[in-house]
């Protein structure tokens, strides 16, 4: 199982809280779906919704970003070179991980 990465603290926070994270990402492609570990989260699925080449695009996406606000979410997105474009990922918890116990959703 391959893993995936929150480098932006407040994203993999709402991960834990919600259960279910949005994420730009440079690489993707619709329709792909797999599991993935998380550190510190658990086992998750990823999911990848569609391709972004505009911050009006994520509106609909930003209360589940872990941001404040969409200009927020396109800062990161320009620090990590998503601004010309990136794929958005849906990540849901499927089973969490604490003290090396797992806890099933």
């Known amino acids: ?3 995936m990465k929150f480098v932006v603290r407040k994203v993999k926070e709402c991960l834990v ?3 279910v994270v949005f994420s ?3 690489w993707g492609g619709i329709g ?3 599991e993935v570990i998380v550190e510190d ?4 699925e990823k999911r990848c919704v569609r391709w972004i080449e505009s911050k009006e695009e994520l509106k609909e996406f930003v209360g589940l970003s872990g941001l404040r606000s969409v200009d927020e979410w396109w800062r990161w997105c320009e620090k990590f070179g998503c601004n010309k474009g990136g794929w958005l990922w ?3 918890v499927v089973k969490r991980m604490k003290g090396g116990l797992e806890l099933w959703m």
């Open 17 to 19: 809280r919600e259960g």
């Open 1 to 3: 199982m391959r893993r």
């Open 24 to 26: 730009v990402r440079k």
């Open 90 to 92: 849906e990540v849901k």
């Open 41 to 44: 989260v658990g086992v998750c």
């Open 32 to 34: 792909k779906c797999s």
